[in-house]
Protein backbone atom coordinates (compact mmCIF):
# COMPACT_ATOMS: atom_id res chain seq x y z
CA UNK A 1 0.00 0.00 0.00
CA UNK A 2 1.37 3.24 -0.98
CA UNK A 3 -0.95 5.75 0.97
CA UNK A 4 -3.90 8.12 0.54
CA UNK A 5 -3.94 8.74 -3.19
CA UNK A 6 -6.14 11.74 -4.59
CA UNK A 7 -7.08 12.03 -8.39
CA UNK A 8 -6.62 14.76 -9.93
CA UNK A 9 -3.27 16.13 -8.68
CA UNK A 10 -5.21 19.44 -10.69
CA UNK A 11 -8.36 20.89 -11.83
CA UNK A 12 -9.11 23.96 -13.54
CA UNK A 13 -12.79 24.72 -14.90
CA UNK A 14 -15.36 27.21 -15.54
CA UNK A 15 -17.27 28.72 -13.18
CA UNK A 16 -20.37 26.97 -13.40
CA UNK A 17 -19.07 23.56 -13.87
CA UNK A 18 -19.64 20.51 -11.79
CA UNK A 19 -16.16 18.77 -10.51
CA UNK A 20 -15.54 15.64 -8.71
CA UNK A 21 -12.83 14.06 -6.76
CA UNK A 22 -11.32 10.89 -5.87
CA UNK A 23 -9.55 9.42 -2.74
CA UNK A 24 -7.95 6.38 -2.18
CA UNK A 25 -7.34 5.81 1.72
CA UNK A 26 -4.95 3.04 3.12
CA UNK A 27 -6.92 -0.36 2.63
CA UNK A 28 -6.95 -0.94 6.09
CA UNK A 29 -8.04 2.84 7.60
CA UNK A 30 -11.87 2.44 8.13
CA UNK A 31 -12.16 6.68 8.76
CA UNK A 32 -11.92 9.07 5.55
CA UNK A 33 -11.74 12.29 5.89
CA UNK A 34 -12.06 15.75 3.64
CA UNK A 35 -10.54 18.76 4.56
CA UNK A 36 -10.31 22.20 2.12
CA UNK A 37 -7.35 24.24 2.00
CA UNK A 38 -7.19 27.81 1.06
CA UNK A 39 -3.87 29.70 0.03
CA UNK A 40 -1.94 30.66 3.46
CA UNK A 41 -4.69 29.14 5.82
CA UNK A 42 -4.45 25.38 7.72
CA UNK A 43 -6.56 22.67 6.21
CA UNK A 44 -10.74 22.82 7.25
CA UNK A 45 -12.21 19.57 8.28
CA UNK A 46 -15.38 19.29 5.12
CA UNK A 47 -16.73 15.68 6.28
CA UNK A 48 -15.55 12.47 7.53
CA UNK A 49 -16.81 8.46 6.95
CA UNK A 50 -17.11 5.90 8.76
CA UNK A 51 -16.64 2.60 6.49
CA UNK A 52 -19.45 3.69 4.23
CA UNK A 53 -21.35 6.02 6.88
CA UNK A 54 -21.03 9.84 6.33
CA UNK A 55 -20.89 10.64 10.00
CA UNK A 56 -20.45 14.47 10.27
CA UNK A 57 -20.45 17.58 7.88
CA UNK A 58 -18.82 20.71 8.23
CA UNK A 59 -21.04 23.98 7.85
CA UNK A 60 -18.94 24.81 5.52
CA UNK A 61 -19.89 22.18 3.27
CA UNK A 62 -22.57 23.92 1.52
CA UNK A 63 -25.68 21.83 -0.48
CA UNK A 64 -23.79 22.31 -3.79
CA UNK A 65 -21.27 19.66 -1.62
CA UNK A 66 -21.83 16.21 -1.77
CA UNK A 67 -19.35 12.91 -0.72
CA UNK A 68 -20.09 9.52 -1.14
CA UNK A 69 -17.93 6.68 0.08
CA UNK A 70 -19.66 3.52 -1.68
CA UNK A 71 -18.96 -0.36 0.07
CA UNK A 72 -16.76 1.88 2.62
CA UNK A 73 -13.40 1.86 0.09
CA UNK A 74 -12.46 5.11 -1.86
CA UNK A 75 -14.68 8.11 -1.78
CA UNK A 76 -15.48 10.83 -4.15
CA UNK A 77 -16.24 14.66 -3.19
CA UNK A 78 -18.62 16.30 -5.95
CA UNK A 79 -19.23 20.00 -6.29
CA UNK A 80 -21.53 21.03 -8.12
CA UNK A 81 -22.39 24.84 -10.17
CA UNK A 82 -18.41 25.47 -9.14
CA UNK A 83 -18.18 29.54 -7.89
CA UNK A 84 -14.45 30.77 -7.80
CA UNK A 85 -14.63 30.74 -3.86
CA UNK A 86 -14.40 27.18 -4.20
CA UNK A 87 -11.21 27.49 -5.51
CA UNK A 88 -8.93 25.39 -3.17
CA UNK A 89 -6.49 22.50 -1.97
CA UNK A 90 -9.13 19.60 -1.16
CA UNK A 91 -7.20 17.24 0.61
CA UNK A 92 -7.93 13.60 2.02
CA UNK A 93 -7.00 11.67 5.36
CA UNK A 94 -7.49 8.42 6.50
CA UNK A 95 -7.11 6.75 9.59
CA UNK A 96 -7.06 3.47 11.46
CA UNK A 97 -10.51 4.29 12.87
CA UNK A 98 -10.90 4.43 16.88
CA UNK A 99 -7.50 4.12 17.13
CA UNK A 100 -6.83 7.98 15.37
CA UNK A 101 -6.43 9.51 17.90
CA UNK A 102 -3.45 7.60 18.77
CA UNK A 103 -1.98 6.46 15.77
CA UNK A 104 -2.30 9.34 13.82
CA UNK A 105 -3.66 10.69 10.12
CA UNK A 106 -2.28 9.79 6.61
CA UNK A 107 -2.92 12.77 3.84
CA UNK A 108 -2.78 12.21 -0.14
CA UNK A 109 -1.37 14.99 -2.39
CA UNK A 110 -4.51 16.85 -2.56
CA UNK A 111 -6.44 18.31 -5.57
CA UNK A 112 -5.92 21.86 -6.18
CA UNK A 113 -9.02 23.24 -7.51
CA UNK A 114 -9.13 26.17 -9.64
CA UNK A 115 -12.31 27.87 -10.96
CA UNK A 116 -12.10 30.58 -13.44
CA UNK B 1 -13.97 25.43 20.70
CA UNK B 2 -10.42 24.10 20.43
CA UNK B 3 -8.34 26.84 18.43
CA UNK B 4 -5.08 26.21 17.42
CA UNK B 5 -2.30 29.63 16.88
CA UNK B 6 1.38 28.79 14.84
CA UNK B 7 3.63 31.62 15.56
CA UNK B 8 5.61 33.17 13.81
CA UNK B 9 3.56 32.93 10.65
CA UNK B 10 6.59 32.90 8.53
CA UNK B 11 10.51 32.84 9.29
CA UNK B 12 14.14 33.25 6.98
CA UNK B 13 17.01 32.33 8.54
CA UNK B 14 20.22 31.23 6.80
CA UNK B 15 21.30 27.53 6.66
CA UNK B 16 22.54 26.01 9.82
CA UNK B 17 20.64 27.69 11.94
CA UNK B 18 18.63 25.60 14.91
CA UNK B 19 15.33 27.13 15.34
CA UNK B 20 12.35 26.74 17.20
CA UNK B 21 8.24 26.97 15.69
CA UNK B 22 5.72 27.18 17.94
CA UNK B 23 2.08 25.70 18.76
CA UNK B 24 0.07 26.57 21.14
CA UNK B 25 -4.04 25.07 21.44
CA UNK B 26 -6.96 26.26 23.90
CA UNK B 27 -8.35 23.37 25.11
CA UNK B 28 -5.54 21.07 27.44
CA UNK B 29 -7.70 17.96 26.87
CA UNK B 30 -6.10 16.28 23.83
CA UNK B 31 -5.04 12.71 22.69
CA UNK B 32 -2.22 14.23 20.98
CA UNK B 33 -0.31 16.51 18.27
CA UNK B 34 0.69 15.86 15.32
CA UNK B 35 3.30 18.24 13.47
CA UNK B 36 3.24 17.93 9.50
CA UNK B 37 5.35 19.39 6.62
CA UNK B 38 3.65 21.41 3.54
CA UNK B 39 5.68 21.71 0.43
CA UNK B 40 4.05 24.63 -1.92
CA UNK B 41 1.11 22.74 -3.39
CA UNK B 42 1.27 19.92 -2.21
CA UNK B 43 -0.28 17.64 0.42
CA UNK B 44 0.75 17.30 4.21
CA UNK B 45 3.91 14.52 4.93
CA UNK B 46 3.45 13.74 8.74
CA UNK B 47 6.51 14.36 10.48
CA UNK B 48 6.09 13.53 14.66
CA UNK B 49 3.12 12.35 16.39
CA UNK B 50 3.75 13.02 20.40
CA UNK B 51 0.81 11.43 22.42
CA UNK B 52 -0.57 13.08 25.58
CA UNK B 53 1.49 11.10 27.79
CA UNK B 54 4.63 12.12 26.11
CA UNK B 55 6.66 15.27 26.42
CA UNK B 56 8.71 14.71 23.35
CA UNK B 57 9.54 13.19 20.40
CA UNK B 58 12.53 13.14 18.41
CA UNK B 59 13.48 12.11 14.48
CA UNK B 60 16.75 12.82 12.96
CA UNK B 61 16.90 16.37 13.12
CA UNK B 62 13.55 17.46 14.49
CA UNK B 63 12.42 17.32 17.83
CA UNK B 64 9.27 17.66 19.00
CA UNK B 65 7.82 18.60 22.84
CA UNK B 66 4.81 19.14 24.22
CA UNK B 67 3.58 20.35 27.26
CA UNK B 68 -0.33 19.94 27.71
CA UNK B 69 -0.73 21.92 31.14
CA UNK B 70 0.19 24.77 29.11
CA UNK B 71 -1.06 23.72 26.04
CA UNK B 72 1.74 24.60 24.04
CA UNK B 73 4.27 22.57 21.67
CA UNK B 74 7.68 23.27 20.14
CA UNK B 75 8.96 22.19 16.96
CA UNK B 76 13.05 21.83 17.26
CA UNK B 77 14.53 21.82 14.35
CA UNK B 78 18.53 21.25 14.62
CA UNK B 79 21.21 22.59 11.37
CA UNK B 80 18.51 23.86 9.24
CA UNK B 81 19.17 23.29 5.11
CA UNK B 82 17.63 24.69 2.19
CA UNK B 83 15.87 21.58 2.04
CA UNK B 84 13.92 22.33 5.45
CA UNK B 85 12.02 25.16 3.39
CA UNK B 86 8.31 24.17 3.43
CA UNK B 87 5.53 25.28 5.66
CA UNK B 88 5.48 23.85 9.30
CA UNK B 89 1.79 22.58 10.17
CA UNK B 90 0.43 21.37 13.86
CA UNK B 91 -2.85 19.77 14.34
CA UNK B 92 -4.72 18.37 17.45
CA UNK B 93 -7.88 15.95 16.90
CA UNK B 94 -10.83 17.16 18.76
CA UNK B 95 -12.17 14.86 21.57
CA UNK B 96 -15.42 13.97 19.49
CA UNK B 97 -17.05 11.03 17.93
CA UNK B 98 -14.91 12.10 14.66
CA UNK B 99 -11.52 13.37 16.20
CA UNK B 100 -11.40 15.24 13.13
CA UNK B 101 -8.01 17.43 13.28
CA UNK B 102 -7.96 21.07 14.26
CA UNK B 103 -5.21 22.99 12.40
CA UNK B 104 -3.01 25.77 13.39
CA UNK B 105 -2.11 27.97 10.20
CA UNK B 106 1.30 27.02 9.73
CA UNK B 107 4.67 28.58 10.29
CA UNK B 108 6.29 28.84 6.57
CA UNK B 109 9.64 28.56 6.69
CA UNK B 110 12.56 29.72 4.49
CA UNK B 111 16.13 28.44 4.38
CA UNK B 112 18.53 30.59 2.85
CA UNK B 113 22.31 28.84 1.61
Known amino acids: DTGVSQDPRHKITKRGQNVTFRCDPI?????LYWYRQTLGQGPEFLTY????????KSRLLSDRFSAERPKGSFSTLEIQRTEQGDSAMYLC??????????????FGSGTRLTVV | KQEVTQIPAALSVPEGENLVLNCSFT??????LQWFRQDPGKGLTSLLL?????REQTSGRLNASLDKSSGRSTLYIAASQPGDSATYLCAVPLMSAGNMLTFGGGTRLMVKP
Open chain 1, 93 to 106: ASSPGDRAPYYGYT
Open chain 2, 50 to 54: IQSSQ
Open chain 1, 49 to 56: FQNEAQLE
Open chain 1, 27 to 31: SEHNR
Open chain 2, 27 to 32: DSAIYN
